[in-house]
């Protein structure tokens, strides 16, 4: 299965700025997806980033708030923009790699204050 | 549109008991997978298993056993003689095959063992 690198695993951010995600695969993938999950609640999908494309976003979500790259194929990073407390939440990249399925990264754990 | 439903918000079991955590799909497609993942209190997602809709064989695995009912839309999870470590939050997901493959997560069930 894939191992991904995701960081930061955490932090504390004032409202207002922005926090960048990095996701790293160890392995070429097609498709990465980037999913939130707010306290308690399931997860969400953002957004599918295909590399050498824009990504594509799931209603509720837009680019301006989420800007992705996908610059090559192991690699992706999520943007919130100008964010707010209600924007804290754990954010996690996954690939989906065949017989293993979806491998998800560890996490992001997100605080607005 | 797809949708998964876990009926079950929390379930409280003593150590040793059985569990059974309950899966209901919605989807239009004939072609789709189904997974488990185990989320424990550290956040990581744990893939538990994934399964395609034209494979209805019950599966298992150790402590671990999956009753797929394509009548039924139902896929659903038993732990055997549950243990302490089995405590975490249990998410049922289904993979849209409409292109990019995107998992639709139920709300997830949070499963308490207690000694």
């Known amino acids: 299965s894939a191992v991904i690198s995701q960081k930061p695993s955490r932090d504390i951010c004032q409202r207002g700025t922005s926090l960048t995600i990095q996701c790293q695969v160890d392995?070429?993938?097609?498709?990465m997806f980037w999913y939130r999950q707010q306290p308690g609640q399931s997860l969400t999908l953002i957004a599918t980033?295909?590399?050498?494309?824009?990504?594509?976003?799931e209603s509720g979500f837009v680019i301006d708030k989420f800007p992705i790259s996908r610059p090559n194929l192991t690699f992706s990073t999520l943007t919130v923009s100008n964010m707010s407390p209600e924007d804290s939440s754990i954010y996690l990249c996954?690939?989906?790699?065949?017989?293993?399925?979806?491998?998800f990264g560890s996490g992001t754990r997100l605080t607005v204050v | 549109a797809q949708k998964v439903t876990q009926a079950q918000t929390e379930i409280s079991v003593v150590e040793k008991e059985d569990v059974t955590l309950d899966c209901v799909y919605e989807t239009r497609d004939t072609t789709y997978y189904l997974f488990w993942y185990k989320q424990p209190p550290s956040g990581e997602l744990v893939f538990l298993i994934r399964r395609n809709s034209f494979d209805e064989q019950n599966e298992i695995s150790g402590r671990y056993s999956w009753n797929f009912q394509k009548s039924t839309s139902s896929f659903n999870f038993t732990i055997t003689a549950s243990q302490v470590v089995d405590s975490a939050v249990y998410f049922c997901a289904l993979s849209d095959s409409g292109g990019y493959n995107k998992l639709i997560f139920g709300a997830g069930t949070r499963l308490a063992v207690h000694p």
């Open positions: 980033a295909n590399q050498g494309s824009e990504a594509t976003y």
């Open positions: 392995s070429q993938v097609t498709m």
């Open positions: 996954s690939v989906d790699k065949a017989d293993y399925g979806y491998t």
